[in-house]
Structure formats: structure tokens, C-alpha cells
């Protein structure tokens, strides 16, 4: 069962499993502990007069949680054996019944019923009702399934369709003979014993055939309409339709072996010629007594040259409909002459066929709660795969977490104590000519550099993670410049130099280009475009991968070249290698091939894992091979990107040396850690510098002070930034100067283009990594 509108329930049932299904509903929605809705036939109409849709009854229930409609519209199971020969015809109470679970399916009746009342309480619960509606919850659908398959296979046998026609038939019927009402209890007996419709149908047929002393019973099943050949059969020279295959013997009973089996025999449509509509008629009832083929077929000779095969002579059909569709045909053959069928004969085989027809239902509906159930089932073993995969998932990402946090408190930790350690001790050093004594010059400068480098890889770690963050969350964007590949590897290479000297690595750097192509000359040399920050990030995260896990003494190797207008970066080491079966871990976040590694090597496993976004980020893909104990190989490909146009003139490193002249800067910051390191780095330059905190102020006194560079926090009192950048715009046109602007932002290059679209001339991202970078930027 699902809530899903085209999944209906729809059967002919007594009653009593009518009202069962009606408890078993109410019984669903009160367990989910909220408000109820439910309503009946008897708040709306009367029972004898059913309303316009012909729905004798029905049961309403409506909760958050779970809601159904069952409907009832009346019909009866007659006994036609009985109707024939008394009076008074028996008769079950039955409805043809409909269960529905879908909100779209519900709406329009409840809709129906606010129409057919005047009573505004009435109505004003049938609105509340409405704005209940939800689809069914799974807990709640499934625990109703299980509830319809217990009532409609495991209920009680007084509430069965068998037993209704049963309990409903006299203990002496004068329309059943006394041998033929025992032979009727003892088929009913054997369909309430077993559910195996091959058994039933087989005991039944050879019951019956003893008892009418007839050569053959035989038991001729319709096939679906549905899967009627789509094309019109053909003619043949009478004229007759042929080779349109109706149906087929699927039970066979004979009285003795002399007696030819017709077993799984085709008739087609000759078989009913001279019964026009013959399904139709059968599915209302009728029957067909032949005494003699040779005188009820007159005139259809080609009939009774096919009757003649099988050697029959008399027969007796009566359908087998079940839930008012005709099933098959149960046909007594008389093979040795003619025979006169007896009318108790016939209403025999009616009820013969009838209880047939009962159990053929049977079947077919635990057949289909078995399917119902087994599909349930199946759900739940999914549903319970999918909370298990889900909860390994969570538990690995929280073990992950567990370790990042761990690796990530020791990366952190390590050189904040060396900083907080070493500038404890030089700021207790006293400040007269002891300190010398105390400390050796050449032992302060150290202490710096350690503490300069520790903070350099505490910097490194925040940006690995910022930037991380930044590119899952796809705001990244490429900052694609023209620039030098040679220059780009050389400062990379130059910047772990001192670190792998430390370990004694030899770095190399081959550098060459391969391809002459046209698009190569356009490159003009070793020129390419991508976005130069990231490829130097790409080098740097793959260079100290390599130092790191290469022991002293081996060799780290930067091969760059262009090839096809794509840049190609290869990083090979003498390191200890990757085991195959670790490669799907390589490039994952937060992950160490292996947690021994911890002991002996730094990092959080962020390296990697962002290499490879950035190199995805371009449109290009890396590749590695590696052999343990002799070393890896990490190829990255990447693509040349489109240059597109950007504001401003050349880069500030780009201006020739002679326009790098002493110039006045006003500084508008409002910390003096910030002012402090600036004014020191740009007066060591040999820059005047005029530092003003208040932005009001600044604006002021530019047209006095005519400076050459304005740089501007976007962290000062007063006005914003943007009122700030329009303000200098203005005064520039009367007196030109630089506009520089100081973003803390984690995306800085995104940042930075907001402001020069607002009239900025470039950035200055803090904090500061390398100074150089500034002065460039101010000249």
C-alpha cells in the first residue's frame, strides 16, 4: 500500500471484513497521538439512500499522520441455485469496495460532502478535517498493510466470502439433491482446508465428474483482454475468423484412460460461433446445455469437425466468473452419444463454478497481499540498509572529524608555542646593553625567524582551510592573468629552499617547452594564462608534499612545460612512496594514508584534497604514480583559460623601475597594531606616511597634503567604505592619486574586484605574507 493516488484498493468484500477494515483504519490514525477526523455514512445520508456517486457507505478517517477513505457501494452475491427454485432468492450482504490513501484522491470527496450538509459545526469539521490532509507517513501506511493482510487472510472464517455463501444456504436445500449438497460441502470443505488453487480446482473437477458420470470435466481458462493480439486476426475461405486464440483447457478430469486427453487445447473463436458476444454473455451468467453437436451446430460444420477430434458429443458450460469478470468455463463433456442435461444438473455445476470461483479469488487476493507484503518487507530491508549506510557514514565522518581535530590541535599548538615561547623571552630580555650579555644578537635574530616562520605556517594552515571551505561551497573564482611559468616555478622553488636544505633535499627545476604548434607561438614563450596565485599554490602544496615525505639525502624534481595549450606541472620525488590499495585516499580531506604517519610527519591532509579542487577549478585533472620505497610522480594538467578584460592599467611589479620614487601615503586605519606594521614597512622604504584614524579627517586634509597613495581599511568609524571610495574618486579628479584598499575578506580576490568596481585601484589582503607585494602595489 502507498499513499500514492494510483494505488488503490479495490475488491468486492462482505460486510463484516468492510466494517474490520473500517476499525483497523480508526485504529491507525488514534495510534499517532494527535487530532482525528472521521466520519461515516450515517452523519450525511441514509444507508437505503445512498448519495449521487451510488456509495452505500463509507468510512472517513483524516489525521496528520495517516488518512484513508473507504467507500461501499452495495451489491449482493446471489445464489443463483436457490434463486431458481424458490421464491426468495439467498442473498450476502457485500459491498464493492474501495480504499484510497491519496490527499489528492480524499479532497474532492470530502468537497462533495461539505455540499450535502447545512449544519455550519458540520461543515466547520469538515474544514478543519481538510487542512489536515498530508501524505501518509511510511510508519503508519505499513503498520495499516500489515492490519488489512491479517483481516483479509487470517480473519475469522464466519467473516470469509466462502463461509457467508455457506452460512447462508439451508442445512437441507430443496434445489441441491442430498448426494449433490454432500459433494457441494465437501469441495467447500477442501477450499477452507488449503489455499493451493491447483488442488482445489483438480480434488473438485474429478468430484464432480464422478458424480455426473460424465466422460470429461474440464475447466477452460480465458486469457486477459488485455493481451488480445492488436491486430485484426485473419479470414479464412468460410469466412470464419481463425487462428485468434482465446483461451485454453488448463484443468482436465477424465473417467477412464479410453477417454482422449484435450488437455492445454486452443479452441478459438469457432468454439462460440452462432453465440454472438459470447464473453459477455457468459460474464452475465448464461449457460449452454447440448445435447447432441450434431443438432445444435447444424450449421457450423467446421465446429463440429473440431468437436469430433476431441470426441464429443454432449456438453454442459457453465462460467466461472470471478469479481464480476469471467474467468473461464466449466464444461461437462459426453463422449459416447447424447446426453440430456437435467436441470438440478445445471444449477449443480452454477454452484459448482461459483465456489470455484470463490476460491480462484482467494487465491488471487493472498497472492496479493503476498506481494504487498513481501514488496513491504523488501522497503524495510532497504529503509533499514539505508539507516545502517547512513549511520557508517556518520560514524566515519565523525572518527574523521575526531582525528582532523586532533592533527588540526597539534599543527595549531606546535607553533603558537614557539612564538608565545620565544616572545616571552625576548620581551624579558631588558632593553639596556645586558640584553647583548643575556642574548646574542645572532641568538634574537633567530628567535625571530623562528617566530616569523611559525606564524607563516600558521597563516598557511588558515588559508588551506578558508580556501577549502570556499571552493566546496563554489565561491571560488579564477583571478586569470597572462604571466610567466618560469617565474611562477622559480619562486615557488625558491621559497622551500631554506626548508629543504633543513632536510638536505636537493630541489630541481626543468623547465622547457615541447610543442611548437601555432597556438604555442601565441603564448609567446613561457607566457600562459590561469590564475597565477593558484598555480603557485598548486606547486607549493605538491613541492612540500614531496620535501616531506622524501628522506635526507633524496631529490625533488619541478618539471614544467607546455604542451597543446595546456601547462603540464610534474612533481617527482625519491620518497617513501604510496601502496596501490591507498590511492582512493590520496586526494581525500582530513586524510593520512596511515595513522603512523602522524607520529613521524606533520599536516592535517588538507594539501592534497585542495590541490585537487584547484586544479578541477581550472578545468584540469591530476594523476599520480608511485612505487614504494622509490618515490612518486604527481601530474597536473591544466588547461589555458580565456583572459578577460579587467579594470585598471598593468601590475603594480609590472611598472618600470624608474617610477619607483620615495612618494607621501595617508594610511586611514583604525588599529595601531595594523598602522604600526604598515608605517614601519613603507617608512623603511623611505615613503612618508600620514596615518589618520578618523575617515572625515583624512578626506580633509587630502587636498592639502596632495598625496600620491590613499590606502583605506574597510574597518574604520564613521562612514562606509563605499562612501569613502566616491568621496576620493571626486578628489582625484582634481589632484590624481593611488587608491589602495585593505580587505581581511576570505575570498580576497572576489572582494578586491567589488572594490575596483567601486573606484579602488587594487587591494592589500591581510595579513601581510610578503611585504614586497605592498611596496609593488604602492608604486
Given at each position: 500500500?502507498?499513499?500514492?493516488?494510483?494505488?488503490?484498493?479495490?475488491?468486492?468484500?462482505?460486510?463484516?471484513?468492510?466494517?474490520?477494515?473500517?476499525?483497523?483504519?480508526?485504529?491507525?490514525?488514534?495510534?499517532?497521538?494527535?487530532?482525528?477526523?472521521?466520519?461515516?455514512?450515517?452523519?450525511?445520508?441514509?444507508?437505503?439512500?445512498?448519495?449521487?456517486?451510488?456509495?452505500?457507505?463509507?468510512?472517513?478517517?483524516?489525521?496528520?499522520?495517516?488518512?484513508?477513505?473507504?467507500?461501499?457501494?452495495?451489491?449482493?452475491?446471489?445464489?443463483?441455485?436457490?434463486?431458481?427454485?424458490?421464491?426468495?432468492?439467498?442473498?450476502?450482504?457485500?459491498?464493492r469496495t474501495q480504499l484510497m490513501f491519496a490527499p489528492e484522491a480524499i479532497a474532492p470527496f470530502l468537497t462533495n460532502l461539505q455540499t450535502q450538509v447545512a449544519s455550519a459545526e458540520v461543515v466547520n469539521k469538515l474544514q478543519q478535517a481538510h487542512q489536515c490532509l498530508r501524505p501518509n507517513q511510511a510508519d503508519c501506511q505499513s503498520q495499516f498493510t500489515l492490519e488489512l493482510v491479517d483481516i483479509l487472510t487470517a480473519g475469522s472464517k464466519s467473516t470469509s466470502p466462502l463461509d457467508c455463501v455457506l452460512a447462508n444456504l439451508p442445512a437441507q436445500d430443496p434445489a441441491l439433491l442430498p448426494d449433490q449438497e454432500q459433494v457441494f460441502t465437501q469441495v467447500a470443505t477442501q477450499i477452507r482446508r488449503t489455499q493451493e488453487l491447483s488442488l482445489i480446482l483438480e480434488t473438485t473437477l474429478q468430484q464432480v465428474c464422478d458424480y455426473l458420470k460424465a466422460d470429461r470435466l474440464i475447466i477452460y481458462q480465458f486469457e486477459p483482454e488485455t493481451s488480445a493480439p492488436q491486430t485484426p486476426p485473419?479470414?479464412?475461405?468460410?469466412?470464419?475468423?481463425?487462428?485468434?486464440?482465446?483461451?485454453?483447457?488448463?484443468?482436465?478430469?477424465?473417467?477412464?484412460?479410453?477417454?482422449?486427453?484435450?488437455?492445454?487445447?486452443?479452441?478459438?473463436?469457432?468454439?462460440?460461433?452462432?453465440?454472438?458476444?459470447?464473453?459477455?454473455?457468459?460474464?452475465?451468467?448464461?449457460?449452454?446445455?447440448?445435447?447432441?453437436?450434431?443438432?445444435?451446430?447444424?450449421?457450423?460444420?467446421?465446429?463440429?469437425?473440431?468437436?469430433?477430434?476431441?470426441?464429443?458429443?454432449?456438453?454442459?458450460?457453465?462460467?466461472?466468473?470471478?469479481?464480476?469478470?469471467?474467468?473461464?468455463?466449466?464444461?461437462?463433456?459426453?463422449?459416447?452419444?447424447?446426453?440430456?442435461?437435467?436441470?438440478?444438473?445445471?444449477?449443480?455445476?452454477?454452484?459448482?463454478?461459483?465456489?470455484?470461483?470463490?476460491?480462484?479469488?482467494?487465491?488471487?487476493?493472498?497472492?496479493?497481499?503476498?506481494?504487498?507484503?513481501?514488496?513491504?518487507?523488501?522497503?524495510?530491508?532497504?529503509?533499514?540498509?539505508?539507516?545502517?549506510?547512513?549511520?557508517?557514514?556518520?560514524?566515519?565522518?565523525?572518527?574523521?572529524?575526531?582525528?582532523?581535530?586532533?592533527?588540526?590541535?597539534?599543527?595549531?599548538?606546535?607553533?603558537?608555542?614557539?612564538?608565545?615561547?620565544?616572545?616571552?623571552?625576548?620581551?624579558?630580555?631588558?632593553?639596556?646593553?645586558?640584553?647583548?650579555?643575556?642574548?646574542?644578537?645572532?641568538?634574537?635574530?633567530?628567535?625571530?625567524?623562528?617566530?616569523?616562520?611559525?606564524?607563516?605556517?600558521?597563516?598557511?594552515?588558515?588559508?588551506?582551510?578558508?580556501?577549502?571551505?570556499?571552493?566546496?561551497?563554489?565561491?571560488?573564482?579564477?583571478?586569470?592573468?597572462?604571466?610567466?611559468?618560469?617565474?611562477?616555478?622559480?619562486?615557488?622553488?625558491?621559497?622551500?629552499?631554506?626548508?629543504?636544505?633543513?632536510?638536505?633535499?636537493?630541489?630541481?627545476?626543468?623547465?622547457?617547452?615541447?610543442?611548437?604548434?601555432?597556438?604555442?607561438?601565441?603564448?609567446?614563450?613561457?607566457?600562459?594564462?590561469?590564475?597565477?596565485?593558484?598555480?603557485?599554490?598548486?606547486?607549493?602544496?605538491?613541492?612540500?608534499?614531496?620535501?616531506?615525505?622524501?628522506?635526507?639525502?633524496?631529490?625533488?624534481?619541478?618539471?614544467?612545460?607546455?604542451?597543446?595549450?595546456?601547462?603540464?606541472?610534474?612533481?617527482?620525488?625519491?620518497?617513501?612512496?604510496?601502496?596501490?590499495?591507498?590511492?582512493?585516499?590520496?586526494?581525500?580531506?582530513?586524510?593520512?594514508?596511515?595513522?603512523?604517519?602522524?607520529?613521524?610527519?606533520?599536516?592535517?591532509?588538507?594539501?592534497?584534497?585542495?590541490?585537487?579542487?584547484?586544479?578541477?577549478?581550472?578545468?584540469?585533472?591530476?594523476?599520480?604514480?608511485?612505487?614504494?620505497?622509490?618515490?612518486?610522480?604527481?601530474?597536473?594538467?591544466?588547461?589555458?583559460?580565456?583572459?578577460?578584460?579587467?579594470?585598471?592599467?598593468?601590475?603594480?611589479?609590472?611598472?618600470?623601475?624608474?617610477?619607483?620614487?620615495?612618494?607621501?601615503?595617508?594610511?586611514?586605519?583604525?588599529?595601531?597594531?595594523?598602522?604600526?606594521?604598515?608605517?614601519?614597512?613603507?617608512?623603511?622604504?623611505?615613503?612618508?606616511?600620514?596615518?589618520?584614524?578618523?575617515?572625515?579627517?583624512?578626506?580633509?586634509?587630502?587636498?592639502?597634503?596632495?598625496?600620491?597613495?590613499?590606502?583605506?581599511?574597510?574597518?574604520?568609524?564613521?562612514?562606509?567604505?563605499?562612501?569613502?571610495?566616491?568621496?576620493?574618486?571626486?578628489?582625484?579628479?582634481?589632484?590624481?592619486?593611488?587608491?589602495?584598499?585593505?580587505?581581511?575578506?576570505?575570498?580576497?580576490?572576489?572582494?578586491?574586484?567589488?572594490?575596483?568596481?567601486?573606484?579602488?585601484?587594487?587591494?592589500?589582503?591581510?595579513?601581510?605574507?610578503?611585504?614586497?607585494?605592498?611596496?609593488?602595489?604602492?608604486?
Amino acid at each position: 500500500m502507498s499513499s500514492d493516488p494510483s494505488s488503490t484498493f479495490s475488491r468486492i468484500l462482505p460486510a463484516p471484513v468492510f466494517q474490520q477494515i473500517a476499525l483497523a483504519l480508526e485504529k491507525t490514525a488514534q495510534s499517532t497521538h494527535g487530532q482525528v477526523f472521521t466520519f461515516t455514512e450515517a452523519d450525511f445520508f441514509d444507508r437505503s439512500n445512498p448519495n449521487r456517486a451510488g456509495i452505500q457507505c463509507f468510512f472517513l478517517v483524516i489525521s496528520r499522520s495517516f488518512s484513508a477513505l473507504l467507500t461501499g457501494e452495495s451489491t449482493s452475491l446471489e445464489s443463483e441455485s436457490l434463486a431458481e427454485s424458490t421464491s426468495t432468492p439467498t442473498q450476502v450482504t457485500t459491498y464493492r469496495t474501495q480504499l484510497m490513501f491519496a490527499p489528492e484522491a480524499i479532497a474532492p470527496f470530502l468537497t462533495n460532502l461539505q455540499t450535502q450538509v447545512a449544519s455550519a459545526e458540520v461543515v466547520n469539521k469538515l474544514q478543519q478535517a481538510h487542512q489536515c490532509l498530508r501524505p501518509n507517513q511510511a510508519d503508519c501506511q505499513s503498520q495499516f498493510t500489515l492490519e488489512l493482510v491479517d483481516i483479509l487472510t487470517a480473519g475469522s472464517k464466519s467473516t470469509s466470502p466462502l463461509d457467508c455463501v455457506l452460512a447462508n444456504l439451508p442445512a437441507q436445500d430443496p434445489a441441491l439433491l442430498p448426494d449433490q449438497e454432500q459433494v457441494f460441502t465437501q469441495v467447500a470443505t477442501q477450499i477452507r482446508r488449503t489455499q493451493e488453487l491447483s488442488l482445489i480446482l483438480e480434488t473438485t473437477l474429478q468430484q464432480v465428474c464422478d458424480y455426473l458420470k460424465a466422460d470429461r470435466l474440464i475447466i477452460y481458462q480465458f486469457e486477459p483482454e488485455t493481451s488480445a493480439p492488436q491486430t485484426p486476426p485473419s479470414t479464412g475461405q468460410n469466412g470464419n475468423l481463425t487462428n485468434l486464440v482465446c483461451g485454453r483447457i488448463t484443468y482436465e478430469a477424465r473417467a477412464n484412460s479410453s477417454i482422449p486427453r484435450v488437455l492445454h487445447l486452443s479452441e478459438g473463436t469457432q468454439c462460440f460461433i452462432g453465440v454472438p458476444d459470447y464473453r459477455e454473455k457468459y460474464r452475465q451468467g448464461a449457460t449452454q446445455a447440448v445435447a447432441d453437436i450434431y443438432t445444435t451446430y447444424v450449421q457450423a460444420p467446421c465446429l463440429v469437425e473440431f468437436l469430433e477430434r476431441a470426441q464429443i458429443r454432449a456438453k454442459l458450460v457453465v462460467p466461472i466468473v470471478v469479481q464480476e469478470d469471467l474467468w473461464g468455463l466449466l464444461i461437462a463433456h459426453q463422449c459416447s452419444g447424447p446426453r440430456h442435461w437435467q436441470d438440478s444438473e445445471t444449477r449443480f455445476m452454477r454452484c459448482i463454478a461459483e465456489l470455484m470461483a470463490i476460491a480462484i479469488y482467494q487465491t488471487q487476493l493472498y497472492s496479493h497481499l503476498q506481494q504487498q507484503a513481501q514488496t513491504l518487507e523488501q522497503r524495510v530491508i532497504e529503509r533499514t540498509q539505508a539507516l545502517h549506510d547512513t549511520l557508517t557514514a556518520a560514524q566515519t565522518a565523525s572518527l574523521t572529524k575526531t582525528e582532523f581535530l586532533a592533527a588540526m590541535s597539534h599543527e595549531l599548538r606546535t607553533p603558537l608555542t614557539a612564538i608565545i615561547g620565544m616572545a616571552t623571552t625576548l620581551l624579558r630580555l631588558p632593553t639596556d646593553a645586558r640584553r647583548d650579555r643575556l642574548l646574542s644578537p645572532e641568538k634574537q635574530q633567530e628567535y625571530l625567524k623562528i617566530i616569523r616562520n611559525s606564524g607563516e605556517h600558521l597563516l598557511e594552515l588558515i588559508n588551506d582551510i578558508l580556501d577549502l571551505s570556499q571552493l566546496e561551497a563554489g565561491r571560488a573564482i579564477l583571478d586569470v592573468r597572462e604571466f610567466s611559468l618560469f617565474q611562477v616555478a622559480s619562486e615557488s622553488l625558491l621559497s622551500l629552499k631554506e626548508k629543504a636544505e633543513q632536510n638536505q633535499i636537493h630541489l630541481e627545476l626543468d623547465f622547457k617547452l615541447t610543442s611548437q604548434s601555432s597556438e604555442e607561438k601565441k603564448l609567446q614563450g613561457d607566457r600562459f594564462t590561469a590564475d597565477p596565485r593558484r598555480v603557485k599554490q598548486i606547486l607549493l602544496n605538491l613541492l612540500t608534499n614531496a620535501i616531506k615525505f622524501t628522506p635526507e639525502g633524496g631529490q625533488v624534481t619541478l618539471r614544467v612545460w607546455v604542451d597543446r595549450n595546456q601547462a603540464v606541472l610534474q612533481v617527482e620525488d625519491t620518497g617513501i612512496g604510496i601502496p596501490r590499495n591507498k590511492f582512493p585516499l590520496l586526494f581525500q580531506k582530513f586524510q593520512q594514508l596511515d595513522t603512523s604517519y602522524h607520529r613521524q610527519y606533520e599536516g592535517t591532509g588538507l594539501g592534497l584534497a585542495l590541490t585537487k579542487q584547484l586544479v578541477e577549478l581550472h578545468g584540469g585533472q591530476i594523476e599520480v604514480e608511485s612505487t614504494v620505497n622509490v618515490g612518486s610522480t604527481f601530474t597536473v594538467l591544466l588547461p589555458a583559460q580565456p583572459l578577460t578584460s579587467r579594470r585598471g592599467g598593468p601590475k603594480p611589479s609590472e611598472f618600470p623601475e624608474f617610477q619607483r620614487a620615495e612618494k607621501r601615503i595617508i594610511l586611514i586605519e583604525k588599529y595601531e597594531a595594523i598602522a604600526h606594521l604598515l608605517c614601519d614597512l613603507l617608512t623603511a622604504a623611505g615613503h612618508q606616511v600620514i596615518w589618520m584614524i578618523d575617515s572625515m579627517t583624512a578626506l580633509q586634509q587630502i587636498e592639502i597634503l596632495k598625496p600620491e597613495v590613499v590606502i583605506v581599511s574597510t574597518q574604520i568609524p564613521g562612514m562606509g567604505t563605499s562612501e569613502i571610495l566616491q568621496r576620493l574618486r571626486q578628489e582625484n579628479l582634481r589632484h590624481p592619486f593611488r587608491i589602495l584598499v585593505m580587505t581581511t575578506a576570505d575570498d580576497a580576490d572576489m572582494e578586491c574586484r567589488q572594490w575596483q568596481a567601486e573606484g579602488a585601484d587594487d587591494c592589500i589582503s591581510l595579513p601581510i605574507v610578503h611585504p614586497e607585494e605592498v611596496l609593488d602595489k604602492v608604486y
